[in-house]
Structure formats: structure tokens, C-alpha cells
């Protein structure tokens, strides 16, 4: 058997519990900000792709409308029918230097220029949401979801 020394005494054993929740909760906090940056990539890549796409039907629209207007415009020659291609163009440019170029670099770049030099912009309407709002909310849904169930 052990001496009485050699047990811990109850406020090591509280300490110890304390650490290890602090220790818990920590990496509890990394995991949820990981999680949240993997989703927020996901969600990028995921516009990056839409503006490719996008880019791509925009480009096949261009292309077989500019080969039109050039051909009734050799059948016309008037130069009106050319006119739709210069706003066409700045649609095409716009998407292509979103979908391939560097758009997505200079947009970063400017929210974090707003991020550090206008951070006014970025409160919330009525500040951040307090836990009782929250939960007012949360119980106002149950008692709907209670005496309303079949108009969800």
C-alpha cells in the first residue's frame, strides 16, 4: 500500500481537471477553426469553379455570336451589327479574369485593406447577436413547431 503522501491530495486532482478541460477546450477551438477554414476554402473553390464554368458558356456565347454579327456584317456591311461586340467583350474579359486570372488575388487584397483601414464597415446591423436573443429565437420556433406542426 501507499504512504499517505503518495495520493493526491483533492485540490491537485481539481488542478489536474482544470488543466485537462483547458487542454480539451483548446484543442476543441483549433478543430473548429480548422473546420471552418476547410469549409470556407471549399466554398471558395467552389466559386472559383462556378466562374469557370460560367466563363465557359460566356466565351462559347461570344464566340458564335461574334462569328454571326461578322457574317451579317459582310452581308449588311453595317457597322451597327458589330456594336454588341465591345460590351460582349468587357462580359468575357470580366469572367476570364475572374475564372483564370488574378480577380480572386486583388478582391483578397482589397478586403483586407478594408479589414485594416475600414473595419466599420464590417459591424453587424444591431451588433452581435447576445445568447438570450438567440435562444428567444430557438424557443419562439419550438412553441411554432408545438402548436403548428403541420406547416412546416
Avoid: C
Avoid at 480548422?34 to 469553379?49: N, V, W
Avoid at 461578322?70 to 454588341?84: M, Q, S, V, W, Y
Amino acid at each position: 500500500m501507499g504512504s499517505f503522501f503518495s495520493h493526491p491530495t483533492g485540490m491537485e486532482v481539481v488542478k489536474k481537471n482544470q488543466e485537462y478541460i483547458s487542454e480539451m477546450n483548446k484543442i476543441k477551438m483549433e478543430r473548429w477553426i480548422q473546420m471552418h477554414y476547410q469549409m470556407k476554402e471549399r466554398e471558395t473553390a467552389m466559386q472559383i469553379s462556378r466562374a469557370r464554368e460560367l466563363f465557359y458558356w460566356l466565351a462559347s456565347f461570344y464566340a458564335v455570336s461574334t462569328v454571326g454579327m461578322i457574317g451579317r456584317f459582310r452581308t449588311t456591311k453595317r457597322p451597327g451589327t458589330l456594336a454588341p461586340i465591345i460590351p460582349l467583350s468587357f462580359v468575357v474579359a470580366y469572367y476570364a479574369d475572374l475564372a483564370y486570372g488574378t480577380k480572386i488575388h486583388r478582391i483578397q487584397a482589397e478586403a483586407e485593406m478594408i479589414m485594416h483601414n475600414e473595419p466599420e464597415l464590417l459591424e453587424w446591423p444591431s451588433g452581435l447577436p447576445t445568447v438570450s436573443e438567440i435562444d428567444s429565437a430557438r424557443l419562439d420556433i419550438d412553441d411554432k413547431v408545438r402548436l403548428h406542426p403541420h406547416q412546416l
